[in-house]
């Protein structure tokens, strides 16, 4: 996917969040979009959250990935 290559890309640049960027986060656990250190997909190739049991926390890398993706109009599976 595209979108998830690019976002991917950018994510690897370090910058602090923007409060309207946090807000898109929402404590959410950004982390669960990889596994094993690859993006996690839907069947479907979408961006996708792992559906592990285990808490695991955020990463400021997790964090850009997400809103990248939210940025790009992904919006999160429980809304």
Same mark, same amino acid.
């Given at each position: 996917?595209?979108?998830?290559?690019?976002?991917?890309?950018?994510? /690897?640049? !370090?910058?602090?969040?923007? $409060?309207?960027? /946090?807000?898109?986060?929402?404590?959410?656990?950004?982390?669960?979009?990889?596994?094993?250190?690859? !993006?996690?997909?839907? !069947?479907?190739? /979408? !961006?996708?959250?792992?559906?592990?049991?285990?808490?695991? *926390?955020?990463?400021?890398?997790?964090?850009?990935?997400?809103?990248?993706?939210? /940025?790009? $109009?992904?919006?999160?599976? *429980?809304?």
């Amino acid at each position: 996917n595209v979108d998830m290559n690019n976002c991917a890309a950018e994510a /690897k640049q !370090p910058r602090d969040l923007t $409060g309207e960027e /946090k807000g898109l986060i929402a404590g959410r656990q950004t982390s669960r979009f990889f596994m094993n250190g690859r !993006p996690v997909v839907s !069947p479907a190739l /979408k !961006p996708a959250l792992h559906q592990s049991a285990l808490p695991s *926390d955020s990463s400021d890398y997790a964090d850009r990935y997400a809103i990248c993706l939210l /940025k790009l $109009g992904y919006r999160w599976s *429980d809304e």
